[in-house]
């Protein structure tokens, strides 16, 4: 799906930790995003999106003040409404949960 | 005028001309091929129609539709940058080209020498790495390797090699190196599992399963399972070896199903069972035969699998399985028709 240029690793998540099969994992983050399946599938929407929410990108220059990384996965996390295992891990050792 | 002819290309990637009427003889013998040896139901006609217009497609690479675009998983992902190509960077560095310039869904950190035996040793090392790339990737990242039960042999491993005990006629002492062996695999994943999952993993991946038969197998089922149990919120994807389970040991089961013989829609029911979220199905590509053979054999077994399981299912798309051919640098008009196939005919969950 592209990964971080769409929604791609947004989900492969859902695939992971819900076990959920192609269609209906799209239809989820599709619906969590309040987007159409058509625009979460598209580069150049999810480019926007993922830059004014803070879901990290494939490029850092010139959006060196967006999200990447760790910043990203926690907002990703709340969105979605998963669990992500680092994000928790991040927390616990930053000692802020 | 001569007869129209197509390019393709056999097995082992070279190039071969074929007409329609070739072409179509090939894909129904490599479907028949794939019903007789996995009693599974053939493709339809307009199926077959499909992956014929596929296959003769104009253009050196073809697609889907963005909409149908499916996620990808990676087996040595982080690995193949430093030790395929020979570019001397870290995993944690190439997992970030993965995510942000080859756009990849997911990808996996591993060893060089990619099997769980090797990673217990060093696992506190491994986790290290993979802590160093959750930190700094967006993208799920997980840690791969091998079950590779052979490793467990003498004189690298503690257990006796079944390899050499069979043709001894010492089929009792073979058979319980075999069992041996599967507790120690067990263990070594549960390690690096535990090591792996408290640095942050997305998933742990056990990749390869089966590739020394079926002991080989049930020691990824088994791992898969206890994984599941103790850490729940740790996914497990399992990719297989093959498309059929070699008996080296023969009478091995998990949950009452004898695991030697099984084909991939009866392997992904079990991966299930075990707890699995994702499975990598497996049909071999046959050197001998052409594309058109492959990939019509390929899509009557994927189709099945993916139609019995209710987990997501990925297609292995590597060298030398499901129709990719059997050739370092793999060409790309085989491979883009191979995954529009398998996308719009087996509605696969992805690659």
């Known amino acids: 799906m592209g990964g971080v240029r769409t929604t791609g690793d947004m989900v492969m998540r859902l695939q992971l930790s819900k076990k959920m099969r192609i269609d209906e ?26 830059e004014e929410r803070g879901f990290g990108l494939g490029h850092q220059e010139p959006c060196t003040e967006s999200t990447m990384g760790m910043e990203a996965k926690f907002r990703i996390a709340e969105a979605l409404d998963i669990r992500i295992n680092s994000v928790e891990r991040f927390k616990e050792h930053a000692g802020i949960k | 005028m001569s007869e129209k002819k197509y390019f393709t290309r056999m097995g ?16 129904r013998a490599g479907m028949d091929d794939a019903v007789d040896r996995g009693k599974i139901p053939p493709l339809s006609e307009e199926e077959l129609q499909k992956i014929f217009d596929i296959v003769t497609m104009p253009g050196g690479v073809v697609g889907v539709n963005p909409i149908d675009a499916v996620v990808t998983t990676s087996d040595s992902g982080s690995d193949k940058i430093p030790t395929k190509c020979g570019i001397p960077i870290s995993r944690d560095t190439t997992a970030m080209i993965h995510e942000r310039v080859l756009g990849c869904d997911s990808v996996d950190i591993g060893n060089p020498d990619y099997n769980y035996k090797t990673a217990k040793g060093i696992a506190k090392r491994e986790a290290g790495i993979l802590k160093l790339a959750l930190d700094k990737t967006t993208l799920p990242l997980y840690y791969g390797a091998m079950p590779n039960l052979g490793f467990y042999t003498k004189p690298d491993g503690p257990v006796d090699n079944w390899a050499e005990l069979l043709p001894q006629g010492k089929i009792k002492e073979a058979l319980a190196a075999q069992e041996e062996a599967v507790e120690h695999s067990v263990n070594d994943i549960l390690f690096v599992a535990k090591q792996t999952y408290e640095v942050g993993a997305d998933a742990i991946e056990l990749d390869t399963s089966g590739a020394a038969g079926d002991a080989d197998f ?12 103790k850490y729940p919120e740790m996914p497990v994807i ?10 080296m040991h023969g009478k091995l089961e998990y949950d009452g199903q004898r695991l030697a013989g099984l084909y991939p829609h009866k392997q ?6 075990a707890g699995a979220s994702i499975f990598g199905a497996v049909v071999n590509t046959n050197c001998s035969e052409t594309f058109p053979w492959n990939i019509a054999r390929v899509c009557t077994f994927m189709k099945a699998t993916v139609e019995a399981s209710n987990i997501p299912v990925h297609a292995d798309v590597g060298m030398g399985v499901c129709a990719i051919p059997m050739c370092e640098n793999v060409p790309a008009d085989v491979v883009t028709r191979a995954d529009k196939c398998l996308i719009e005919i087996c509605r696969l969950d992805g690659l």
């Open chain 2, 268 to 273: 992904v029911k079990l991966a299930e069972k």
């Open chain 2, 238 to 247: 399992i990719g297989m070896a093959g498309e059929f389970v070699l008996g």
């Open chain 2, 12 to 27: 082992d990637g070279s190039i071969v001309y074929m007409t329609a009427e070739e072409i179509w003889e090939d894909m």
């Open chain 2, 218 to 229: 049930l020691a990824a089922l088994k791992a898969c399972e206890k994984i599941t149990q």
């Open chain 1, 25 to 50: 994992a799209k239809r989820y983050v599709a619906d969590k995003l309040g987007l159409t399946l058509e625009e979460i599938c598209d580069v150049v929407t999810m480019s926007e999106v993922r």
